[in-house]
């Protein structure tokens, strides 16, 4: 790698805005019916969460991107037999 670093392309990272709850809303109005989730939520139901609880959505999700761990009680799934 050193003898031809040179010659390797390296791109810059990404520098992408903060993640709002309004963009969250956004996605959640236009979301397509879909199959639920783990969490047992279909894709058009986000839509119904209030302004306050998609911009606290927004910021835990920022602070993941940022290097914050996920919430222990999102680390947990469904297990079916």
């Given at each position: 790698m050193m003898k031809y670093r040179q010659l390797l392309y390296?791109?810059?990272?990404f520098d992408l805005p903060d993640i709002t709850g309004e963009m969250l809303r956004?996605?959640?109005?236009n979301?397509?019916?879909?199959?639920?989730g783990w969490d047992c939520?279909?894709?058009?139901?986000?839509k119904y969460l209030c302004p306050t609880a998609t911009d606290r959505l927004a910021d835990m999700l920022n602070a993941i991107e940022n290097g914050m761990d996920w919430p222990a009680a999102t680390m947990?799934?469904?297990?079916?037999s």
């Open positions: 390296v791109e810059r990272p956004n996605d959640f109005r979301a397509r019916a879909s199959a639920a939520w279909e894709a058009d139901e986000w947990w799934g469904k297990a079916f």
